[in-house]
């Protein structure tokens, strides 16, 4: 219970209870006192009557029994003044009457001889009627005139006090009774006043007391409230408010400890705001740096460049939250915009981040974000690209927003700077995003330093990826120096055909991200490599103009088992899937292909010597290998290789327009190719040929 309400009730039920108590004892106090006066100025009245009475005439009276008397006339009259005389409204007299001794008859004892008031009961005029009291009454004990008597009686007629007082004559022998009644219920009625008022002073006396209780509890209270809802409002946490003390001055000591508090507390949360802060700061910079460990570990793993810098960009997005990024490349005096990710054109999902390769070329000066990151090797920093200061030398190109319909807002672009100080390209990051995915509004220091940070060691993993890189186009070379048809732009095709397809299969059979990451870059490598065996072909063959005789034909298939030969070692991941690819990347579903299962021992010759790649010494055609059982990866170039090849101009045939290569590829679906993977490449021929402008 409210203390307000305890102190309410309790004052309350005090004052009823005694404002009760007072009525009813004043009530009954009165009314005894009364009481107790009117019995004595009865018994006065009878005393007094009785002494004054002549004793004589009562008796003749008594003998006579007759009304018609000089000495009734005599003592009626005397009645009947004393009953006029005294009475009063507060003194309500009614009868005043004599009485004799009885012969026999009456129950009390004695007889009625005269009465003050004879029309009011004519049979009690009659001198000698029985004074018989009422039934209820009769249990009294007959008077016996001795001595004046006083008692409350009730009859059939009413409630009375009745007085009684003897006549005397001198020698002292009772000769009569003078009685006194007075109407007891008037008297008690005339008492009811009195119960009203002390009922509506009790009514007034409660409503006094709530009235005084209400406007003591509010000046008690009123300031305990205000130091309840201080406290409150300081358990609300706002610590800057601080209480009055002028209405206050007699809690002065609580107020200022209250206001004190008030104080310390404000200091401390201030403290535990700027600890929050500091070890949120703390937090994000461990998991940034904890990122960028772990991107510097799964780079060292990716050997392929392109697969490289997807991961680059995707890490780089997801170390600061980036809406978009991308990453530029130097091509001479140009930077090729090569990578461009972008949730909000092309969400991409976590366990895929997919690159959208572009062909836009910036021309490599100061007066771009990027070519100026890129001449200079310093970051740029734009928090709003359409608004940069004009003391910049360099704007912001609007042209890939136009041709995407994205907007950008701010700009980070970092150099990436190999060891050698050589700038390779630019990363580039846009529009900051809270974890939520709310626009942030622009790049905070700690996302600058994070990137820097992880964009070096995202450029050494790019050079070690480049060194793999050239090792590859060197071989590659030396297969296109033999065969002008293995262009780099061939091999490019073939292989970034390869990972299209791959994907696809990835996504339908949903393989986990893990086995993504890892196996997609080695077939990126492995189909570059797939024809590096046509360096074993003989110029004869291998640049004829023309069909190929069945001789020659026979000839130009050793290219598998020859390239192969170069991974025989098969000593990496890597070397066991291009060793795979060039194998059997001309099987065919249907095992008509070739060469099928042959064995290749490991070479004792190094690479580079191939003169005596011994695979022709077989006597009998080797077991076919056909379906499921060709290795993925050769199913997956055999369709890349055969996709470029029609698509391309050969020496024995033209250039095919894409509905011809598709018609061509889909009858051979379930023949010389894979039928699901020809269903992916119909799927996926957006990226195919986004490909085909790339690499042409
Ligand atoms: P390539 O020119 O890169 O062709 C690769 C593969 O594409 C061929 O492997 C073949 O499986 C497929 N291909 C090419 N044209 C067609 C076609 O019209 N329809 C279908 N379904 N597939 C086609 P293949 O036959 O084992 O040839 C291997 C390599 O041998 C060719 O590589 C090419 O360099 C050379 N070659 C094949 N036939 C001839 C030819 O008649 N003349 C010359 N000069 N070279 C040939
Ligand atoms: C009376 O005296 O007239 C009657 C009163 C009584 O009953 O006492
Ligand atoms: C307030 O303005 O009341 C909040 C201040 C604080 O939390 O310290
Ligand atoms: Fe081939
Ligand atoms: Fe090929």
């Avoid at 509890?217 to 706002?238: D, M, V, Y």
């Avoid at 293995?486 to 073939?494: G, I, L």
């Avoid at 039928?675 to 996926?684: D, H, V």
């Amino acid at each position: 219970m409210k203390l307000r309400t305890k102190i309410k009730v309790v004052t309350m039920g005090i004052t009823v209870v005694l404002t009760v108590t007072m009525t009813v004892v004043g009530y009954w106090s009165t009314r005894s006192t009364l009481d107790a006066s009117l019995q004595s100025r009865v018994e006065a009245i009878a005393v007094t009557v009785a002494l004054e009475l002549p004793p004589a005439a009562l008796a003749s009276i008594s003998s006579a029994k007759s009304a018609q008397t000089p000495e009734y006339e005599q003592l009626e009259r005397i009645v009947r003044g004393v009953t006029t005389v005294n009475q009063t409204a507060a003194f309500p007299l009614r009868f005043v009457y004599l009485l004799v001794p009885t012969d026999e008859h009456a129950t009390s004892g004695w007889d009625l001889a005269v009465d003050s008031d004879p029309r009011d009961s004519p049979d009690w005029t009659i001198p000698g009627t029985p004074y018989n009291f009422s039934p209820s009454v009769v249990p009294v004990a007959p008077i016996d005139g001795s001595v004046p008597t006083v008692r409350h009686l009730d009859d059939q007629w009413g409630s009375w006090i009745s007085g009684y007082a003897p006549v005397r004559t001198a020698d002292g022998a009772v000769v009569g009774l003078v009685g006194v009644d007075i109407a007891y219920r008037d008297f008690v009625a005339q008492l009811d006043w009195l119960l009203w008022w002390a009922c509506t002073l009790a009514v007034i006396l409660s409503v006094v007391m709530y009235t005084v209780v209400e406007v003591a509890i509010n000046r008690l209270l009123r300031p305990i409230g205000q130091l309840r809802e201080f406290i409150s409002t300081i358990g609300a946490g706002h610590f800057d408010q601080r209480l009055d003390t002028n209405p206050l001055t007699e809690f002065l000591p609580v107020v200022n400890e209250l206001n004190t508090m008030a104080s310390q507390l404000g200091e401390r949360a201030k403290l535990v705001r700027k600890n929050a802060e500091l070890s949120e700061n703390v937090t994000r910079q461990s998991t940034r740096l904890e990122a960028i460990a772990d991107v510097d570990a799964q780079m060292n793993e990716i050997q392929d460049i392109d697969i490289l810098i997807e991961a680059i960009l995707a890490d780089a997005r997801r170390l600061v939250g980036c809406d978009a990024g991308s990453v530029l490349l130097r091509e001479g005096d140009e930077l090729l915009l090569t990578y461009l990710q972008n949730d909000t054109l092309r969400p991409t999902r976590a366990d895929q981040a997919r690159l959208v390769a572009t062909s836009t070329r910036i021309r490599l000066d100061g007066g771009s974000i990027c070519g100026y990151a890129a001449l200079t090797g310093e970051s740029v920093v734009a928090d709003d690209a359409y608004h940069i200061p004009a003391d910049r030398p360099y704007r912001f190109n609007p042209e890939v927003d136009q041709s995407t319909g994205y907007r950008t807002r701010a700009v980070l672009a970092i150099p990436l700077r190999t060891s050698a100080g050589k700038i390779v390209g630019v990363l580039q990051l846009l529009n900051p995003v809270e974890k939520n995915g709310e626009p942030r509004l622009g790049f905070s220091k700690e996302d600058i330093d994070a990137v820097t940070h992880f964009s070096s060691a995202a450029t050494v993993a790019l050079e070690r990826a480049a060194l793999t890189r050239s090792i590859v186009l060197r071989m590659i070379r030396m297969a296109e120096m033999r065969d002008p048809s293995e262009t780099a732009h061939h091999v490019n095709r073939v292989a970034a055909y390869s990972v299209v397809l791959y994907e696809g299969l990835a996504r339908k059979h949903a393989f986990d991200s893990a086995r993504v990451q890892r196996e997609r870059d080695t077939l990126r490598i492995a189909a570059m490599l797939h024809d590096v065996g046509k360096v074993g072909i003989p110029d004869a063959i291998l640049k004829k103009a023309g069909r190929l005789t069945a001789e020659e034909y026979a000839g130009m298939q050793k290219h598998a088992e020859i390239g192969a030969q170069l991974f025989a070692e098969r000593e990496s991941v890597l070397d066991r899937s291009a060793f795979e690819v060039a194998l059997h990347h001309h099987e065919r579903w249907d095992g008509a292909g070739y060469p099928g299962m042959v064995t290749i021992p490991p070479s004792s010759t190094p690479p580079g010597s191939l003169g005596g790649v011994g695979v022709s010494s077989r006597s009998e055609p080797p077991p076919i290998m056909q379906g499921e059982g060709i290795p993925l990866f050769a199913r997956i170039v055999a369709v890349a290789d055969v996709f470029d090849a029609l698509s391309s101009k050969r020496q024995y045939k033209d250039a095919w327009p894409e509905d011809r290569v598709l018609k061509e590829m889909s009858v051979n679906a379930g023949r010389q190719f894979d039928p699901e993977l020809i269903e992916i490449l119909l799927e996926n021929l957006p990226q195919m040929r986004s490909v085909a402008a790339r690499y042409s």
